[in-house]
C-alpha cells in the first residue's frame, strides 16, 4: 500500500509513534525516524524496522529547536532525495492542576508538542510544493476537542494542533498537499501505564467501547492517511477514542 512512499515519523521510537513505524513498514514504506536521543528503545525500534527491509535510519533532533530540525530536515533530504509523507507525532505531557503548574511544565509542552510540530511541517513544505505533492499527518487527542482536568497546558497544546492542521489543509490544498489530524483517546502506551488500577477503571467508564485503544488502533488510522486510498480528504480530525467523544 506504500510501497516506494519515503516517510518522516518524529517521536517514531515508542508508543504510538513505534506503532505507525512498523505499520509503514510492513507496508513497504521507506522510513526517516526522529527521536530526541539514541536510546535503547531507539536502537531496537530501528533493527525491528531494518528486518522489514526497508530503508530506515534514525535522525536525533530536538523538535523545538529550529536550527536542529532544519538541519535534520535538508540531512534527511539529502539521504532519501524527498519526502511523500510526515508524521508528526512527537508529544509530552506535564499534568498537574493550572496553579500548581510551573512556567517550565506549560513551556515545554506547548513548545515539544505545538511548536515542534509547526516547525517540523516547516522545514519540509519547500519538499512538498517542489514536488507538488505532500501528506501531512498530525497527532493530536481527543483531550484537544473536550479538555481534561489536569491537562490545561497539553489540552492547549492538542487544540493548537487542530487548528494548525485545518490551516496548512486550506494554504496547500491547491499544490496538492493535504494535511489531517488523528485525535486519539485514552491509549495503552507508557503514559497510561502509569496510572494505577482505580484510574484506569474510571477511564474506562467514560468509553462506550468499555476498554483502552491499542496503539496499533492509531496506526491503522494513519496507514490509511498516508496511503492513496484518503486522497480526497483533507483539513479533518478523526478521533479513534472508541467513542468517548461523541
Known amino acids: 500500500m506504500l510501497t516506494g512512499k519515503n516517510i518522516v515519523i518524529t517521536g517514531g521510537t515508542r ?26 528503545a531507539a536502537t531496537h525500534t530501528i533493527e525491528e524496522l531494518k528486518s522489514f527491509k526497508i530503508d ?4 536525533i533532533c530536538d523538535v523545538k529547536d529550529p536550527e536542529q530540525v532544519e538541519g535534520a530536515a535538508q540531512e534527511i533530504l539529502a539521504d532519501f532525495g524527498k519526502i511523500d509523507v510526515l508524521v508528526n507525532n512527537a508529544g509530552i505531557t506535564r499534568d498537574n492542576l493550572l496553579p500548581s503548574l510551573t ?7 506547548i513548545d515539544v508538542n505545538l511548536k515542534g510540530c509547526m516547525l517540523v511541517t ?7 510544493v517542489k514536488n507538488r505533492s505532500g501528506n501531512i499527518i498530525n497527532i493530536s487527542s481527543v483531550v484537544g476537542l473536550m479538555g481534561n482536568k489536569g491537562q490545561t497546558n497539553y489540552a492547549a497544546s492538542k487544540a493548537g494542533i487542530i487548528g494548525f492542521s485545518k490551516s496548512v489543509a486550506k494554504e496547500y490544498g491547491r499544490k496538492n498537499i493535504r494535511c489531517n489530524a488523528i485525535a486519539p483517546g485514552y491509549i495503552a502506551t507508557e503514559m497510561t501505564a502509569a ?12 468509553i462506550p467501547l468499555a476498554r483502552l485503544g491499542n496503539p496499533e488502533d492509531v496506526a491503522k488510522l494513519a496507514l490509511f492517511l ?10 479533518e480530525v478523526i478521533k479513534v477514542d472508541g467513542g468517548m467523544y461523541v
Open 103 to 109: 512556567v517550565m511544565d506549560i513551556d515545554d509542552v
Open 195 to 206: 496510572l494505577d488500577e482505580t484510574q484506569t477503571s474510571e477511564m474506562k467508564k467514560q
Open 122 to 128: 516547516r522545514s519540509f513544505t519547500r519538499n512538498f
Open 226 to 235: 498516508a496511503s492513496d486510498a484518503s486522497g480526497y480528504i483533507t483539513g
Open 56 to 59: 530506515v535510519k534514525l535522525y
Open 15 to 40: 508508543g504510538i509513534g513505534r506503532a505507525i513505524a512498523i505499520e509503514y513498514a510492513k507496508n513497504h514504506a521507506n522510513l526517516a525516524i526522529i527521536a530526541t536521543r539514541n536510546s535503547e
